[in-house]
């Protein structure tokens, strides 16, 4: 899972029997990674996700995703569709560029989900 080069991770609160933690995942195209500890904490988030070197993370915006270069760095699209979408709802400016944002996404995936269909192929020059 470590050498992937595509990971998704992310990490949620639980309580269970007056204890509680955190539920990391981590996962790619092929398996799924949890693992419960009670720290939320940088060491933990490096020593879940491993060597990231040349490899792409896609995470939220969590604290620890600070140490994740830029290039290897993936927001992922559900949180920017959610802030996008909460951001579209304020007038003025931001609220106009949030629509921009949020209809730009909308247009990505449905050529993404064209893609999928097997209608469009793509191509890599």
């Not at 899972?1 to 639980?14: I, R």
């Not at 029997?17 to 539920?23: E, Y």
């Amino acid at each position: 899972m470590q050498a992937s080069p595509l990971k998704h991770v992310d990490e949620t609160g639980f309580r269970q029997q007056n204890r509680s933690g955190w539920a990391w995942i981590m996962a790619n195209e092929l398996f799924s990674y949890f693992q419960l500890n009670p720290s939320r904490g940088k060491k933990v988030a490096m020593k879940i996700r491993g060597r990231i070197l040349g490899k792409t993370v896609v995470s939220d915006r969590y604290g620890g995703d600070a140490l994740i270069p830029y290039e290897n760095h993936q927001v992922c699209w559900a949180h920017l569709k959610r802030d996008f979408t909460k951001i579209s709802e304020r007038s003025g400016d931001a609220g106009m560029v949030a629509r921009k944002r949020l209809k730009a996404y909308q247009t990505l995936f449905e050529c993404w989900k064209t893609h999928e269909r097997g209608c469009v192929h793509r191509t890599i020059d």
